[in-house]
């Protein structure tokens, strides 16, 4: 059980549109879902925690406007990155916790396999 | 603030050697939740183990063991007789047992076991 699903594994885009990045919990509701990103060869860098129907919160450095996050339900969130560069190119990672869901809450929450994104 | 630190950014063995990944963390929270996940190639995250801060029993699990030292302020990761499937990314983290909070990473051992 606690399974999160992440669309899609790797995503090749052009320089100035926008690519979005689901995660879905399956078999849990994901009150809150925390989004990462791991540039290569370093550390998982938190960007934004987002709980269901509310705005999300970003860290420090983190453009809101470029990178919008929806959860508008318990089991979706969404990650988009608008007018995408190159240098957003990086692998992204969601993880999701619910309280209420043993598995979940004890195990460091449940991440999504990740997205490669590469902008060319 | 929370912080996690893995001085060693790669190490590599020869295939059957004992390897020990360091990890050494701080935080003013007096309960945490420490952890260690392994990345291999392919990115996903694999979870390896969850410690609590009040329980400083060691733990093995096969060819894995984990040494908890509160006083140092240390979780270190011990791979007996390494394999060539061990090599990953190695990622210790740190978290609060309160709260929707996220997961504070270290910067990862990267690990190469060679055969």
């Known amino acids: 059980g606690a399974v999160v699903s992440q669309h899609p594994s790797w995503v090749i885009c052009k320089s100035g549109t926008s690519v979005k990045i689901e995660c879905r919990s399956l078999d849990f509701q994901a009150t809150t879902m925390f989004w990462y990103r791991q540039f290569p060869k370093q550390s998982l860098m938190l960007m934004a925690t987002?709980?269901?129907?509310?705005?999300?919160?970003?860290e420090q450095g983190v453009e809101k406007d470029k990178f919008l996050i929806n959860h508008a339900s318990l089991t979706l969130s969404t990650l988009t990155v608008t007018s995408a560069h190159p240098e957003d190119s990086s692998f992204y990672i969601c993880?999701?916790?619910?309280?209420?869901?043993?598995?979940?809450?004890?195990?460091?929450?449940?991440f999504g396999s990740g997205t490669r994104l590469t902008v060319v | 603030a929370q912080k996690v630190t893995q001085a060693q950014t790669e190490i590599s063995v020869v295939e059957k050697e004992d390897v020990t990944l360091d990890c050494v963390y701080e935080t003013r929270d007096t309960t945490y939740y420490l952890f260690w996940y392994k990345q291999p190639p392919s990115g996903e995250l694999v979870f390896l183990i969850r410690r609590n801060s009040f329980d400083e029993q060691n733990e093995i699990s096969g060819r894995y063991s984990w040494n908890f030292q509160k006083s140092t302020s240390s979780f270190n990761f011990t791979i007996t007789a390494s394999q060539v499937v061990d090599s990953a990314v190695y990622f210790c983290a740190l978290r609060r047992v309160s709260g929707n909070t996220p997961l504070v990473f270290g910067k990862g051992t990267r690990l190469s076991v060679i055969a």
């Open positions: 993880s999701a916790n619910d309280p209420g869901h043993t598995a979940v809450r004890n195990y460091g929450y449940t």
């Open positions: 987002s709980n269901e129907g509310s705005k999300a919160t970003y």
